[in-house]
Each structure stands twice: as C-alpha cells, then as structure tokens.
C-alpha cells in the first residue's frame, strides 16, 4: 500500500498533464479487484444502479429483493430494467400466494425447496477460515409427493439460485435436470461500505451442492499475467456421490468401466475402480459390428425409423458413423420390429436412439438413448428429414418428415478434442472443403481430451471413399 500511495503522489506531482484524481485511484481499484475473480467489483457513488441480481442477498429471479413485513412476504425493491419492473411490480407489493398455495405464516426460508424431504441438506457454503462453512437443510416436508416424478428443465443463462436447486434434486436423486449447461457462479457475494457512498462487492464464500461438488464452472480458471484466480486442482472433483449412492466419474461413455480379459485382471479391477462403490459384473458380449438406429414415434402412434447405421468405437466412443443404402438392408425388417416394440410398449413420443450389437444374424439391443443421439448427427445433410426436425415434429403432434438418405452414402467423423485447454478457429479459414462436406463445431467452452466438440458429415456414393475423407479433413481441424 506505500508503494501505491508513492505512485499516485509521484504521478499527482510531477505527470506532465493534469489527471482526474478519481479516475486515477477507481482505475487502480479495479486494476487490483482484476486479478481475483469476475465478480469482485468496486463501485464508486456514480455506478450504485450497476448493483444486480448476482449480489448475495435474498432476492426473486423476476428482479425483486423480498423480504418480511408484518408476517408477509413483502418487495422491498424493484430492480431497473427486469421483469418485474416490466409487468408493474412496485415496492410494498405483498405476495400472498405461490402456485395457488397460501403463504401466510410461510417462514422464508420454507420457500427454497420443497421438493426433498424435511431436514435434507440443500447447500454448503464455504469460506476463508473452516469455522465459516454453513449448512442449509430444508425445513418442511415436500409439497409434491415423492411418488411424483420430477423434471427440471435448465438453460445456459441461470446462475447460483438455480444451480443451488439443480445440484440438490441431482444429489438427492429426486429428479432428473434436462436442458443446456447451467452458467456456472458457485461464488458468494457480500457488499461492503468504504467511504463516500463507495462501495465494493467481494466474493467471501462458494456454493457447494449436497455431494460437495463445487457449482462454479470450470472456465472461470483462466491465466493471465497475475496466475491463477483460485486453486483449481482443489476444487476439481470429477467423482462425487448422490444420496442413493450413484458414483459420476467425468460423464458417460464407458467411464468408470473396466473390461477384464482374464482371471489375472479382476483383483487388479476391484482395486481401480472398488472404491467407489458396490461393483456389478456383466458378461462380456463378443460382438462382430456396433450398430445404431433412430426410431421416432409420434403422439398418434405413428412410427418411422432412420437407416441402420455402422458405428466405430475407440476408447468406449463413437469416432465415426457410416450410412449406406446398400449397408445392413438385410436386417431393415428385424430391426424395425425390435424398434417399434421398444417405443410402443413404452409409449415413447420423440426420437431414440437405439445401440446394439450384431453377433451373425442375432441382434442384441445394448443401450437404449431417450433423446436426439450423436449416432443420428449425419442426418442433418444426410437425410431428408434431420432427427432433430422429426423430434419436434412428432412432440408437436405434426405429420414427421421423410428419413431415406439424401445420397448412397454418408458419413459422419466425430471431432474429439486432442488436448485439454482453450482453442480457436482460425484454422478453418485455411481448410478448403467440397459442397458435400459439413463441419459442426458445437461451441463447447472447454476443450478436454476424447470429448466430442463437433462433427464432419460428408455425404456422396463411395462409402470406404468418403471414411478417407473424413479422417483426412479431422486431422486438419486443431481442436
């Protein structure tokens, strides 16, 4: 601090233009907030208005604070610019009723969960010094039955209150989350007043879900010239436990697998992967080929099924997908059968994708995908109708889209990422590409080794032709 107060005296004394004392000292505020985190902010009295919804207090999504007045859930402020301001929300306003359900008497912090049982823990918060964790359990019983299946439906712009709810359903195994990856602000904010109307948000804790996963994304561990904002090695844990005992090891495609060859493998298998849990042992199935099919069944029962692919798998995951007019037509018919049985009996409306094995003649369904699957991601150019068109077709109840090939062939190479870290695109200004060739990158933030950060569809007749295509044009694509 004395070397900073030598500089503004030294520059305040002998600058050779005349500078504006306050811009000089917010600059150099927010200069040392730059090297903590994204949401260490210093304030000063002409940018209180700045002051949002990422703040730590207790306020609603629409843009409110609530607080309790007489009893009763009561605005105590309106936020510029957010919804509730839009739809006349003013300061006063009593909120009597959630979803039809009477408030009066309603504690506050009886409103922050009522999905999980009495007494469940919710939150763990954490701060400098271990004598500052904190323990939030819920405090009444749910007010939807347990019996009741429960669908959370999340997207790329919630931040800490949603992720908070997220994280619990996950852990407490009272629900599923569906939707996009959550922003990802696991950081605590308080205000704290410095001196004439100035003021300074400063993270002072972190937001850990019931497992101890940590809420704050990844991302946020960025390099520059000052290190690194927090210790990411501490925070980093891939494996965690939900109530009912699943173990989550970095996703899905046979991670936390172990295939044994021979009796010699099986104790040095219970030793890699035993700890997390109770093991289960299959028999291994010697299959000659991996196929794969789309099948989509609408609200009226109608059924159509995409053509039998061929998928090709390194490491547990998919690194291409062929498609041919000619390819596994004999088995059209069988197929068909186990895929509309599969769909009717469970009354499923959408798009599934289907995995199996072929043994000879014999097919056996290995994994069934409830969803638009990376198998099916060729017939966004390679059919007449992609699968993610006749997915919300047939939800919506409308007539589905033709499924044949636009082509003989096509053929789609998966873009796993080569290494972990950040990447960019420059390179696709050099790549120089033909009119059937496709290439998707997804857009994912974070580059890591064996993850899927898009695809290469290229469609046309030769099948073997179009592979040495694409294996050529993904060596090309630095990601």
């Known amino acids: 601090m004395d070397v900073f107060g030598k500089v503004y005296k030294e520059v305040a004394l002998n600058y050779v233009d005349e500078i504006d004392a306050d811009k000089f000292v917010k600059a150099g505020i927010e200069g040392m907030l730059g090297t903590l985190d994204p949401y260490t902010t210093y304030y000063d009295e002409n940018s209180k208005d700045q002051i949002d919804l990422i703040t730590a207090g207790k306020y609603g999504g629409i843009g409110v604070t609530i607080g309790v007045r007489d009893s009763t859930f009561t605005i105590t402020d309106v936020m510029n610019g957010y919804e509730a301001q839009k739809k006349g929300l003013r300061v006063g306003d009593k909120i009597i009723e959630l979803d039809g359900k009477d408030l009066s008497g309603t504690k506050y912090e009886n409103t922050r969960l009522m999905l999980v049982d009495k007494n469940s823990l919710l939150l763990i918060t954490k701060g400098k010094e271990s004598s500052s964790e904190k323990k939030y359990f819920s405090s009444e019983e749910p007010l939807v039955p347990k019996n009741v299946p429960v669908v959370v439906l999340t997207n790329e712009g ?103 060859d021979s009796e010699d ?69 069988q197929v068909e059968v186990i895929a509309k049985s599969i769909l009717d009996k469970l009354s499923y409306i959408g798009v599934m994708g289907i995995e199996m ?84 990158v997804y ?19 030769n099948l073997s032709q179009l592979v040495s295509e694409g294996n050529k044009l993904r060596e090309q694509i630095k990601i």
């Open 158 to 260: 919630t931040a800490s209150a949603s992720e908070i709810v997220a994280g619990a359903v996950q852990d407490l195994d009272r629900g599923v989350i569906v939707g996009t990856k959550s922003f990802g602000k696991g950081l605590v904010q308080q205000f704290r007043d410095l001196s004439n109307d100035k003021q300074m948000k400063i993270t002072t804790s972190k937001y850990f879900t019931p497992s101890g996963r940590w809420i704050q994304q990844k991302d946020y561990f960025q390099e520059n010239k000052f290190g690194v904002f927090l210790d990411k090695d501490k925070y980093n844990q891939s494996e965690f436990k939900t109530l009912g005992g699943r173990t989550v090891t970095m996703g899905y495609d046979g991670k936390g697998n172990y295939k044994i």
């Open 265 to 333: 493998e099986i104790v040095k298998a219970i030793h890699t992967i035993g700890s997390r849990g109770k093991l289960m042992c299959e028999r291994f199935v010697p299959f000659q080929k991996e196929i794969a099919v789309q099948a989509v069944r609408n609200t009226k029962g109608d059924f159509k099924l995409y053509p039998i692919v061929e998928t090709i798998q390194e490491n547990h995951v998919c690194t291409t997908v062929l498609a041919s007019k000619e390819l596994f037509s004999k088995l059209s018919g």
């Open 357 to 440: 094995f072929l043994i000879g003649e014999e097919i056996i369904v290995n994994e069934l995908a409830p969803r638009v699957h990376n198998s099916g991601h060729y017939t966004i150019e390679g059919c007449n109708t992609s699968q993610f068109e006749n997915h919300i077709r047939a939800i919506a109840g409308i007539s589905m889209g033709e499924i044949n090939l636009n082509e003989d062939s096509s053929v789609m190479v998966n873009i796993l990422g080569k290494f972990d870290g950040d990447y960019n695109l420059e390179f696709l200004k050099e790549i120089n590409i033909r009119g059937n060739t496709y290439i998707h």
């Open 443 to 461: 857009g994912k933030t974070e580059n890591r080794k064996g993850r899927k950060m898009g695809h290469i569809t290229i469609t046309g007749k």
